[in-house]
């Protein structure tokens, strides 16, 4: 009995103790993240400067609170393929209203990035949701989802997703699983079953004193790796828009920067907020999560009569071969 | 009672007979035939398949996991029947472990031979990530063929001994290959605790890589958005897919060695009742996981689910899909269910039956959800809005079945596919307990 009562008195001792100890640690800790979240500047040097806030705002910040932010001088420099360009996010906005099957995206996608196989990286479709609604013509390019099931899925990280927002191939890494290819819901990726024919691509491009990488739409393209859509990088490094933008007769693709809250068709530059609001643009299979950076505006009030596009429907190419 | 002398004389490994040489042959002519139209394939690339954009896995991922699903055999009946104490596993084990390292070795080769840039392999594991279910395959594919090999070998020892005194004289290169492998087996206390040590915790650790395995194969499928494949039932239903799947190779196998070998008075109609029981129990477990997988998304369909259905009930794919389902599964449990139907030619046939329906089960489980994306099939030949697999693909395809023959072959015909020193001493044990018993 008398031992018991130790124990149980020693055992109470020591709980004591140790939460004690706890709640020591967490009063200190507390009064701390209080004392930062309250600090309020208890120093006045009396001049005071004028700076601007993001809003657009003159605000008056006393002088002492202003330490200069260092930049890195060597941005540029340090420009990685992996990593992307700083602090863009690049996102296009396509308004199916307009869309007429032109084409004319396509072929210029299938000039510029030497697209030989049978499969094009940009396909407008003929849509059609039942057969009540409206048909209409539907671009599609690579999505270049923020959550990329194609880039979770590879093994080697031969796919990587950019902080700009794109999703490229390093088809030096691909080890042609096509894996990514099963993953991505929209069908948007295409594999080089042959060595693929890009014989001019040397003379055009001067290829001798370059090395291949991702940002040249991995170009050329190999034999047993897969390809797809890749936003141009090449053109937007030199602040120029993807090729089926600029080639497009109806202006149908925007492209910008998000973090600018702009995009453009060439023709004119739009607040993407606004157009996504006012044109209650969507993006497509939202509800699956990939979180695509394309958006969509619906074919409303359309000018032209869907079946004026059907002359250029060809169901079965979308890549011309040479006769 | 046998003597010792005839135990080993019976169960020693046998020289091939003429029948056996013209076998090997002729699996020699097929590799050969799927080596020559493999490397046609790394030289001119996977167009030589009938592969595209939509139906961009095939013939060869369904290879792929019809070997996953063999090599389940050796963890199924070692592991299981082991744990419960099931006496009639002695003559079988070997033979199915034999199977099981033949499978998982054609697996590796298969899934390199679907590769676009079988070249850069190795990167899967210079620069894996963990993320990707391909890295989980990288690493469990070698764990179980390892496992595997230990199952097979630890319980061989014994025997290697007891064939490098048998083949002494005879044949002394072979008899000294045997003493290498045999690891100085004397057969003393210590090495016998030590190995059925080594064999219990392999026999432990066999059974949940087994499971791994075959769940990992399942991830590769639905970890995708795929109508088909994106399926909570899909680890589960590979698993008792599986054990169909081996349970049925292992019949028609054990058949043929029986026959070939002659060891008709150790395997015996028994052991072929007690197989067809459990390949009967297995088909219905399988069946379970049909119905989940196919009446469920049947009775609450989206559009897209409706159309996948519809090739496979009614549609392009329905005779291969009522074949294995009806022919592969249901009907085999009728018969199995008939003691005459456990006998061993009738077993012969229906694990005939059973292995082909598995293979085309793989085939159906790989290429309609393929076909059937969430954006319509336009703009690209209208041949690929269908897949069947080319020449090439069939003759790799025969090939690597060959190759996993090969494999089989030559084990069987250099290791005593029934052990012999478990045998004598069950045997032992048996007379015993009848002379105690008079």
């Not at chain 1, 910040?61 to 863009?88: A, F, I, L, Q």
């Not at chain 2, 069947?388 to 090939?399: M, Q």
Request: charged fraction near 20%; charge should be neutral.
């Amino acid at each position: 009995m008398g031992k018991e009562n130790k124990n149980t008195r020693r055992k109470f001792l020591d709980k004591g103790l140790k939460l004690g100890f706890i709640t020591a640690l967490s009063g200190f800790g507390i009064s701390k993240v209080a004392s930062k979240l309250n600090a309020t500047p208890n120093h006045d040097s009396g001049s005071k400067m004028e700076l601007m806030n993001t809003n657009g705002d003159i605000i008056q910040v006393d002088s002492t609170d202003v330490t200069p932010v260092e930049h890195s001088s060597d941005h540029d420099k340090k420009y990685n393929v992996r990593e992307g360009m700083p602090n863009r996010k690049f996102v296009m906005v396509v308004d199916l209203a307009k869309c007429k099957n032109a084409l004319a995206c396509q072929s210029a996608c299938n000039k510029h990035h030497y697209v030989t196989g049978d499969n094009a990286w940009i396909k407008v479709y003929n849509m059609q949701e039942s057969k009540d609604t409206a048909p209409y013509w539907m671009p599609v390019t690579c999505q270049h989802c923020d959550q990329p099931a194609c880039v979770t899925v590879c093994p080697v990280d031969a796919t990587f997703k950019r902080k700009d927002g794109l999703v490229l191939i390093d088809n030096e890494r691909c080890i042609g699983c096509r894996f990514c290819m099963a993953a991505c819901p929209y069908s948007i990726r295409v594999f080089n079953w042959s060595e693929p024919d890009q014989g001019e691509i040397y003379v055009d491009m001067d290829m001798s004193h370059h090395t291949p990488t991702p940002e040249h739409a991995g170009k050329p393209s190999k034999m047993g790796t897969v390809d797809k859509c890749d936003f141009c990088p090449h053109a937007i490094k030199n602040n120029e828009l993807p090729h089926c933008v600029t080639a497009c007769p109806n202006g149908v693709f925007y492209f910008g920067d998000k973090y600018e809250d702009t995009v453009t068709n060439g023709d004119e530059s739009l607040r993407l907020s606004k157009l996504l609001e006012d044109k209650a643009g969507y993006r497509y299979m939202e509800a699956l999560g990939t979180e695509p950076s394309v958006y969509y505006l619906p074919p409303t009030d359309r000018l032209v009569d869907f079946n004026d596009g059907l002359e250029n429907y060809t169901e079965y190419e979308s890549v011309a071969k040479p006769e | 009672m046998k003597s010792r002398e005839q135990f080993i004389q019976d169960l020693a490994p046998k020289k091939f007979t003429k029948a056996e040489k013209i076998w090997l042959g002729l699996l020699i002519v097929v590799i050969f035939a799927g080596f020559l139209a493999y490397v046609d394939q790394v030289r001119s690339g996977l167009q030589v398949t009938n592969l595209n954009d939509y139906a961009l896995w095939g013939i060869y991922i369904s290879n792929f996991v019809f070997f996953i699903a063999t090599s389940f055999v050796g963890a199924a009946t070692v592991a299981i029947l082991r744990l419960t104490q099931n006496a009639w596993r002695t003559p079988l084990v070997r033979i199915a472990e034999i199977i099981s390292l033949a499978a998982i070795i054609m697996a590796g080769v298969t899934i390199i031979i679907d590769l676009g840039r079988p070249d850069r392999a190795l990167y899967t594991i210079i620069y894996a990530r963990f993320q990707s279910p391909i890295t989980w395959d990288v690493i469990i594919i070698p764990t179980y063929l390892v496992a595997i090999f230990f199952l097979l070998y630890f319980p061989l020892l014994p025997d290697l001994a007891i064939l490098k005194e048998f083949y002494k004289k005879t044949n002394p290169r072979l008899s000294k290959w045997y003493g290498k492998l045999s690891l100085n087996w004397k057969g003393s206390a210590v090495q016998k605790a030590l190995q059925q040590k080594s064999i219990k915790i392999i026999a432990v650790l066999v059974l949940p890589l087994g499971l791994i395995l075959q769940t990992i194969d399942a991830w590769l499928f639905s970890s995708t958005y795929r109508i088909g494949w994106n399926s909570t039932n899909f680890g589960p239903y590979f698993i008792s897919g599986a054990f169909v799947a081996g349970v049925a190779t292992l019949v028609v196998t054990i058949f043929m060695v029986r026959k070939v070998k002659g060891l008709e008075e150790y395997i015996t109609d028994y052991h072929f009742d007690k197989m067809g029981k459990f390949l009967a129990l297995a088909c219905l477990i399988y069946l379970y996981f049909n119905a989940n997988e196919y009446l469920m998304p049947a009775y609450a369909s989206t559009v897209n689910e409706g159309i996948h259905l519809e090739t496979l009930f009614t549609g392009h794919y329905s005779t291969i899909f009522w074949f294995v389902t009806i022919g592969g599964l249901i009907v085999p449990v009728i018969i199995l269910m008939f003691k005459k139907g456990r006998s061993p030619v009738v077993m012969f046939w229906v694990g005939m039956l059973v292995v082909l329906a598995s293979w085309w089960k793989r085939y159906i489980i790989v290429t309609p959800t393929l076909l059937h994306p969430y954006l319509p099939i336009q703009g690209v030949p209208e041949s690929w809005r269908d897949y069947f697999p080319s020449l090439h693909e069939w003759l790799i395809t025969g090939s690597n079945l060959a190759t996993a023959l090969l494999i089989l072959t030559l084990l069987v015909r250099y290791l005593p596919v029934v052990a012999i020193q478990r045998t004598m001493d069950e045997s032992a044990l048996e007379n015993k307990a009848k002379t105690g018993e008079s």
